[in-house]
Structures are given as C-alpha cells and as structure tokens.
Nanobody, 122 residues
Framework: VQLQASGGGLVPSGGSLRLSCAAS????????MAWFRQAPGKEREFVAS???????YYADSVKGRFAISRDNAKNTVYLQMSSLKLEDTAVYYC?????????????????WGQGTQVTVSS
C-alpha cells in the first residue's frame, strides 16, 4: 500500500488542523492505520491508531485533543487536531500495518507516508 499524507501547515497555539492520509490499494479497510510524529532531535512517537470495527487508541499526550477517523470508501484516514500546543510541532506521518493487534512502535508498521509538517506558533 502507498500512503500520501497532507494537510499540515502553520497554526496558532490553541488552533485546529486536520491531516489526511490517502492510501492506494483495495484492502485499505483491513489495515490498522496510525499516525506518528517526529519533532526535531526526537524519536518518532506514536500518536493515534484506528482499526475498522475496533476502538481507536491515543497517546496520552493527545488524548482528548486529537481524533483519528477513517473513511474506507475513500481509502483515507484523518487526524483531527484541536487545542494545539507548541509541543505538537512535528512532522506527522501516517502508517499502515497488516498486524491486527494494536502496536505503537514504528517498527511494527510496514508502510509509511512521506510526512507532513505541522508547526504550532505562539
């Protein structure tokens, strides 16, 4: 599967932004999809995950502020980000895994999008 992330940009602190990730392939609905992010000088970290028919899962740092959703008919996963903070500034990546069980480490995801920059300003 090929992934194409978009929607990043510059947003003021407290603002909102929605990221999109379009996937190729006809088996999108079977993939566990996730968003990760990587800030300068830091390791890539898990943000949120979605699997069709199962609960979504979030990192504690974004819980209550971010929402992951997917439209299987459009082969697209979204990340709605609200109440953005300076520390949310990072390159955001979408990822896909054929492993059905929840995984939060980047190595568990075989497919990656190119990343989209999110910058939160004060």
């Amino acid at each position: 599967v090929q992934l194409q992330a978009s929607g990043g940009g510059l947003v003021p602190s407290g603002g909102s932004l929605r990221l999109s990730c379009a996937a190729s392939g006809r088996t999108f609905s079977s993939y566990r999809m996730a968003w990760f992010r990587q800030a300068p000088g830091k390791e890539r970290e898990f943000v949120a995950s979605s699997r069709s028919g199962y609960s979504t899962y979030y990192a504690d740092s974004v819980k209550g502020r971010f929402a992951i959703s997917r439209d299987n008919a459009k082969n697209t996963v979204y990340l709605q980000m609200s109440s953005l903070k300076l520390e949310d500034t990072a390159v955001y990546y979408c990822a896909a895994s054929t492993v059905p069980v929840l995984r939060t480490h980047p190595r568990e995801y075989a497919y990656w999008g190119q990343g989209t920059q999110v910058t939160v300003s004060s």
